[in-house]
Nanobody, 120 residues
Framework: VRLQASGGGLVQAGGSLRLSCAAS????????MAWYRQAPGDQRELVAG???????NYADSVKGRFTISRDNAKNTVYLQMNSLKPEDTAVYYC???????????????WGQGTQVTVSS
């Protein structure tokens, strides 16, 4: 199983970016999906999470600006980021709880990370 993230980049404050993360390989089912971020010197923190049914939760710092969504048919999770601030600068990682084909248990998988840089 592999999670491939894309969509990061450099944007000015107030701008927008959309991150995508697709799961591939021997995926049987995906439970929760989420985006985390880690700035230099900081711990990795949860940005947003979403259940298979579409219920979402957000960190207080991004509420009203970021929107998480998913396409279950494509095994893909998205993060629409609007009104970006310099403090949103970080490496963003996707995470998914996946049950593999032929396996009974579910495991956490991580994408490779994508850099988001917001200039002031």
């Amino acid at each position: 199983v592999r999670l491939q993230a894309s969509g990061g980049g450099l944007v000015q404050a107030g701008g927008s970016l959309r991150l995508s993360c697709a799961a591939s390989g021997s995926v049987f089912s995906i439970v929760d999906m989420a985006w985390y971020r880690q700035a230099p010197g900081d711990q990795r923190e949860l940005v947003a999470g979403i259940t298979p049914g579409g219920s979402a939760n957000y960190a207080d710092s991004v509420k009203g600006r970021f929107t998480i969504s998913r396409d279950n048919a494509k095994n893909t999770v998205y993060l629409q980021m609007n009104s970006l601030k310099p403090e949103d600068t970080a490496v963003y990682y996707c995470n998914a709880v996946i049950r593999r084909l032929g396996r009974a248990n579910e495991y956490h998988y991580w994408g490779q990370g994508t850099q988001v840089t917001v200039s002031s």
